[in-house]
């Protein structure tokens, strides 16, 4: 087993002896996925933990009427599906693609309760993983329901430095291209944003 996962957020301060031991008695699966691959489908079951080990995806809800919305991307090392795995109705809630060529340990639901009930720091661990992702969560539904599309661009922007590409930019707020750039001309005019070489910034 690859030194590596022991610098992964989840396995980190592990007992090496144990978790090894563990995988072994149950077996765990190394996969690739290209870009733009589905690596889970909203609705099917989910039965095993995904860590993300190289690359980056990102998350979607899509609606019985079609309607799209990004809500996360993710970038190695992280782990999907932390909360998913141990619901009541044990379905994925999101579909997970490649955002890029990207790799995935999949761990079996039966591996992850042995290691977590025989050592605690990656118990510990786990609970942090799963209370940040809920942490996320609670933002980005602030964003949706209580912000508006021009603070959500400032938002965006603060985080990532600028709106470089306007279509990723709208599929990762959730909204239609022409609507964000109707909004980024507004607050172009009102000298909240600026244009610069890199993008749109904040003024």
Same mark, same amino acid.
């Given at each position: 087993? &690859?030194?590596?996962i022991?610098e ?14 563990i995988m %072994?008695d149950?077996p765990? %699966?190394?996969?690739h996925?290209?870009?733009g691959?589905?690596? =889970?489908?909203? @609705?099917?079951a989910? %039965? ?5 080990c ?9 609606s019985?009427? @079609?309607k799209?919305?990004?809500l996360?991307t993710?970038? =190695?090392?992280d782990?999907l599906a932390?909360?998913f795995?141990?619901?009541s109705? @044990?379905?994925?809630?999101?579909t997970i693609?490649a955002?890029?060529d ?7 639901k039966e591996s992850l309760l042995?290691?977590i ?7 510990r ?5 799963i209370?940040?992702?809920s ?8 964003e949706?329901?209580l912000?508006?599309?021009s ?12 709106i ?5 930019? =709208?599929?990762?707020?959730g909204?239609? %291209?022409? &609507?964000l750039s ?7 005019n009102?000298?909240?944003?600026k244009?610069?070489?890199? @993008?749109y910034?904040?003024s």
């Amino acid at each position: 087993m &690859s030194d590596d996962i022991y610098e992964m957020p989840l396995f980190k301060g592990g007992n090496r002896d144990t978790i090894e031991k563990i995988m %072994r008695d149950f077996p765990s %699966r190394y996969v690739h996925y290209k870009k733009g691959d589905t690596i =889970a489908m909203q @609705g099917n079951a989910c %039965r095993s933990l995904y860590i993300l080990c190289e690359g980056s995806v990102y998350a979607k809800m899509i609606s019985e009427e @079609g309607k799209e919305l990004t809500l996360d991307t993710l970038s =190695a090392p992280d782990v999907l599906a932390s909360a998913f795995i141990f619901s009541s109705e @044990g379905v994925f809630p999101v579909t997970i693609l490649a955002n890029s060529d990207c790799s995935l340990w999949i761990v079996s639901k039966e591996s992850l309760l042995k290691i977590i009930e025989e050592d605690s720091s990656v118990l510990r661990n786990y609970l942090t993983v799963i209370s940040d992702h809920s942490m996320f969560l609670s933002k980005r539904l602030n964003e949706f329901a209580l912000q508006t599309l021009s603070s959500r661009i400032i938002s965006y922007i603060e985080k990532n430095g600028s709106i470089q590409n306007v279509q990723e930019a =709208a599929f990762i707020l959730g909204v239609a %291209r022409p &609507s964000l750039s109707r909004v980024i001309l507004q607050m172009l005019n009102r000298g909240v944003l600026k244009r610069e070489d890199k @993008g749109y910034i904040l003024s």
